[in-house]
């Protein structure tokens, strides 16, 4: 739970000749305990810890380093290039910030593409709260593997990267006018991460994702939150998913629930919207997650360095890699990222970073739609879209799909509801988009 009130801490600073280490002595804020951390670097510009306070969300905005060029593919193979894309009011996106409505056409497309794939989604009760006191029956209900309270994952959900001492980066929130502080020293320490961005967000800073996503970084996204109906779950992730491919081009295939709050309901509907959870680590019962976001509520930075400190070293004990939980979404968050934990971690010189993707061994075009080369990440399982033209000119399109048993769904659309559906149905199936345009040349041969 969040902390109400600032809680002071003392620092005293080791001088250490030719080095930038210092000893950190810190009242944990969460007890009565003082530890002491030591730090192996810290970044010489970073902002003062006793400055990174519940108060401090903001700070002077920086131009960013490097900017994308609208119409200029990043150095991802097969991408398209970046869109020219300003916010209109005209677009149809929903109200930001807020579920959106259930019955627009968008909408409903989506909701039909999902109930297409034959994957049934299982009749959970919805989260209350998303606390595990408040939600009693649910959280003592295994069969649900519900992750918020217990931990439970299934083999869908990616939660280390493979190769020990492996750190996939991410951060979750964004973009915001604090993520340029983020991705400047990110890219002058040559360090590729995975952002998650909230789509509200990704639509009031274009320009910010845009340079992200220029820079080679991994574009999953962030839902607002799961205590919601089925119906209300496929229009945020549709409308998010929208977004980023409205921005960038291309439509990714990873997502972070909120909070890590996901249960097998939420696990069939992102599979059948052809998206990949992604959570974090965990040593026992510690996960990997910093408390930064708990800083604007008052909690304090040293503790959020000792909780970094004691990630570290639990990550030394996993065969394989890790994933930590961190965020840009407020100035404290990225001041401490860039001005403490960051040059920690790269300063240990045992740590291998990475977006997550990478991470998995896979090329970063993996991560979307238009760019994933079906080979070294198969999305859609046996799905295929077929089409035939009826001697008097009709078109239909035939979808097949693999359901959880692995039994395929067939359903098809005709005349002009099949022109206008292909797409939406290409994205369902995770069929490439050259084959749906092969599609439509046999169409015009045929007729």
């Excluded at 990630?311 to 890790?322: M, V, Y």
Aim: glycine share 6%; charged share 15%; hydrophobic share 40%.
């Amino acid at each position: 739970m969040f902390v109400s009130s600032p809680l002071a801490a003392a620092l005293a600073f080791a001088a250490a000749a030719g080095t930038s280490s210092f000893v950190l002595a810190q009242d944990d804020p969460l007890s009565t305990a003082t530890t002491l951390v030591s730090l192996h670097s810290t970044n010489p510009t970073a902002v003062p810890l006793t400055s990174i306070v519940s108060t401090h969300t903001t700070e002077a905005t920086v131009p960013i380093a490097h900017t994308a060029t609208p119409g200029v593919a990043p150095s991802i193979t097969s991408a398209p290039p970046i869109p020219t894309w300003v916010f209109s009011p005209t677009m149809g996106y929903p109200d930001l910030d807020h579920v959106p409505p259930t019955n627009s056409t968008e909408v409903q497309q989506w909701i039909a593409e999902v109930a297409a794939t034959g994957i049934q989604i299982p009749d959970i009760p919805l989260s209350v709260d998303g606390s595990c006191e408040n939600d009693t029956a649910k959280a003592n209900n295994p069969s649900y593997c519900w992750w918020t309270c217990g931990g439970c994952t299934r083999d869908t959900d990616i939660t280390t990267c493979p190769d020990k001492m492996t750190w996939g980066l991410t951060y979750d929130d964004g973009p915001t006018p604090s993520t340029p502080h983020l991705l400047n020293y990110l890219e002058a320490n040559e360090l590729r991460t995975t952002f998650f961005v909230v789509g509200s967000r990704a639509v009031s800073y274009p320009d910010i994702l845009q340079a992200e996503y220029a820079g080679l970084h991994q574009f999953p996204f962030l839902n607002r939150s799961f205590t919601v109906t089925n119906d209300q779950i496929i229009a945020e992730l549709g409308w998010t998913r929208k977004a980023i491919k409205d921005i960038l081009g291309v439509t990714p295939l990873y997502m972070r629930p909120p909070y890590g709050d996901i249960d097998d309901r939420v696990r069939a509907i992102c599979k059948a919207m052809n998206l990949t959870p992604v959570m974090w680590s965990n040593y026992s019962t510690n996960y990997f997650d910093t408390n930064d976001w708990h800083i604007p509520a008052g909690y304090s930075v040293d503790g959020v360095i000792d909780t970094f400190e004691e990630i570290l070293n639990d990550a030394s004990k996993l065969d394989t890699g890790f994933i930590v939980l961190e965020h840009d979404l407020y100035a404290q968050m990225v001041d401490v990222a860039i001005g403490y934990v960051l040059p920690d971690a790269m300063a240990r010189k045992d740590i291998t970073f990475s977006n997550v993707i990478e991470c998995l061994h896979k090329p970063l075009g993996d991560a979307y739609l238009e760019t994933n080369n079906n080979v070294t990440n198969p999305i859609g399982g046996n799905n295929t879209l077929s089409m035939s033209v009826s001697t008097s000119g009709t078109v239909r399109f035939t979808a097949t799909l693999s359901g959880n048993a692995g039994q395929p769904t067939t359903t098809s659309k005709s005349s002009a509801g099949a022109m206008s559906a292909v797409l939406g149905m290409s994205l369902t199936l995770g069929v490439g988009v050259m084959s749906v345009l092969g599609l439509l040349l046999g169409a015009v041969v045929a007729l």
